[in-house]
């Protein structure tokens, strides 16, 4: 499994963008990236996943560079509820997965939301 | 959205005790679960990948005989922590995702987590 850097934190206000970096230098060809939510006492909670290029959802984007050795997850207009810890996560996630497939999280990003 | 169940969301027992953790999954069939364990501050570390109809396989470090899974079902597994003491005192999360097969990805599911206090 691909292993992944990310900021330990990031502070932030509402209303602005946030765009939390990730580095994953050895990615596999057949890795997927993959970012998680989590609040604290609660379980992560999916977000979105990419493999190239930019994912849009109605939660968040994902930014992918041609050599897919980083991916940036932007959150548009954040509020005091995106304050939470983001985690950033590279594996075989692919279409037709094995659901015996691990989910090994790295350290995750501590943002917080200032009003 | 398919989700996934843990019962108790929070349990304190007494130190040497067991206690044991629900995870099901609410509207699919999960043929493998993952047990994750979280301390204050950090990351959840993988604990056991629990396989329905078989013996669970446990990450380096974690030890088999104090903290048993059973994969009773398809959607249900139990993480029974026994003998516990302070030191196992912890947030305990579990996640299942569905079986694969078709050419859409499906994202895991990850339970709401149980807070373990030993005292």
């Known amino acids: 499994l691909a292993k992944t850097t990310q900021p330990i934190s990031m502070d932030s206000y509402e209303g602005q963008e946030v765009n939390i970096t990730c580095s994953h230098n050895?990615?596999?060809?057949?890795?997927?990236i993959t970012w998680y939510q989590q609040f604290p006492s609660q379980g992560p909670r999916f977000i979105i996943q990419?493999?190239?290029t930019k994912v849009t959802n109605e939660v968040a984007s994902l930014f992918i560079p041609a050599d897919r050795k980083s991916s940036t997850l932007s959150l548009p207009r954040v509020s005091l509820s995106d304050t939470a810890v983001y985690y950033c996560?590279?594996?075989?996630?692919?279409?037709?997965?094995?659901?015996?497939?691990?989910?090994?999280f790295g350290s995750g990003t501590r943002l917080s939301i200032r009003p | 959205g398919a989700v996934v169940s843990q019962h108790p969301s929070r349990v304190i027992c007494k130190s040497g005790t067991s206690v044991k953790i629900e995870c099901r999954s609410l509207?699919?069939?999960?043929?493998?679960m993952f047990w994750y364990r979280q301390f204050p501050k950090q990351s959840l570390m993988l604990m056991a990948t629990?396989?329905?109809?078989?013996?669970?396989?446990?990450e380096q470090g974690v030890e088999k005989d104090k903290f048993l899974i059973n994969h009773a079902s398809l959607t249900l597994s139990t993480l029974t922590v026994t003998s516990a003491h302070p030191e196992d005192s912890s947030f305990y999360i579990c996640?299942?995702?569905?079986?694969?097969?078709?050419?859409?990805?499906?994202?895991?599911?990850f339970g709401q987590g149980t807070r373990l206090t030993v005292v």
């Open positions: 996640s299942a995702r569905a079986a694969g097969g078709s050419a859409d990805y499906t994202e895991a599911f």
């Open positions: 050895n990615i596999a060809t057949n890795d997927y």
């Open positions: 990419g493999y190239k």
């Open positions: 996560l590279v594996g075989e996630d692919a279409p037709g997965y094995s659901s015996a497939s691990k989910i090994i």
């Open positions: 509207d699919f069939q999960a043929t493998t």
């Open positions: 629990s396989n329905e109809g078989s013996k669970a396989t446990y």
